[in-house]
C-alpha cells in the first residue's frame, strides 16, 4: 500500500513514519500529535512591577515569591580586572531595582560574554546568550521602552526650577509684505 502524502509503502519497516503524518486523517488527534513548542520564558517581577503591569492586574502577581533587598554588590575577586570594570559598567546601567544578589550568577554570565563582545571573539550562540541576558535584565531598546519608573516627589526648590516657562503670545505673522520699508 503506497502512502498517499510520501509515496512510500507503508508497511516498510525502514521507513517511521512522523507523527504529524500518523493522525492526518484524524483532526481530532492531529491538533495534539506535534505540539513541541515552547512557551514564552516569563519576565522578571521586579521588570514587570516597574511597567504597572500588577496595578491593571493585581491578581497576576506572583504569590510567595521571595523578594530580594541585597543589591548586586561588587564583582567577584575571581575576575580579571578587565572583567571587574565591565562589572561595574554594566552595573551602573541596570534599570533600578532590577540587578539583585541571586542575580549574580546571570550577571557574571553578562558580564562574561560582554567582554568576549568586545575582544570580537564571540561567536553566533554566544551573542544569541548574550540578547537574551541582556533582555532578561532589561538593557534591550525593546526591554527598556517598557519600563517605566516612578520618579520621586520633587521638593520647593526643584519644582520651581522645573516647571513650565509661562506662554508669551507671539504676534500674528503673515506672508504680506508690509508698507514699511526695512533699511
Known amino acids: 500500500m503506497n502512502d498517499p502524502v510520501w509515496g512510500l509503502n507503508v508497511e516498510s519497516a525502514l521507513f517511521e513514519r512522523p507523527p504529524w503524518i ?11 500529535s506535534y505540539s513541541f513548542s515552547m ?10 512591577d516597574a511597567k504597572g503591569a ?12 521571595p523578594y530580594e533587598t541585597r543589591p548586586l554588590g561588587s564583582p567577584p575577586k575571581y575576575l580579571s580586572d578587565e572583567a571587574k570594570k565591565l562589572w561595574k559598567e554594566i552595573a551602573h546601567n541596570l534599570p533600578p531595582g532590577v540587578g539583585k544578589v541571586s542575580d549574580r550568577h ?16 564571540i561567536n553566533n550562540n554566544e551573542r544569541g546568550q548574550l540578547i537574551k541576558l541582556l533582555g532578561s535584565f532589561g538593557m534591550t531598546p525593546a ?25 508669551s503670545a507671539t504676534p500674528a505673522v503673515s506672508d504680506e509684505r508690509s508698507d514699511a520699508s526695512v533699511q
Do not use: C, W
Not at 39 to 48: D, E, H, K, M, S
Open 22 to 32: 500518523i493522525y492526518a486523517h484524524d483532526p481530532a488527534k492531529f491538533r495534539f
Open 39 to 48: 512557551g514564552r520564558i516569563p519576565q522578571p517581577t521586579a521588570i514587570l
Open 54 to 65: 500588577f496595578l491593571t492586574h493585581p491578581e497576576r502577581r506572583r504569590p510567595n515569591e
Open 106 to 121: 546571570a550577571f557574571e554570565m553578562l558580564v562574561r560574554l560582554m567582554a568576549k563582545e568586545r575582544a570580537d571573539s
Open 143 to 167: 526591554d527598556r521602552s517598557k519600563i517605566s519608573i516612578e520618579s520621586p516627589p520633587l521638593n520647593r526648590p526643584q519644582r520651581f526650577l522645573t516647571r513650565s516657562k509661562p506662554i
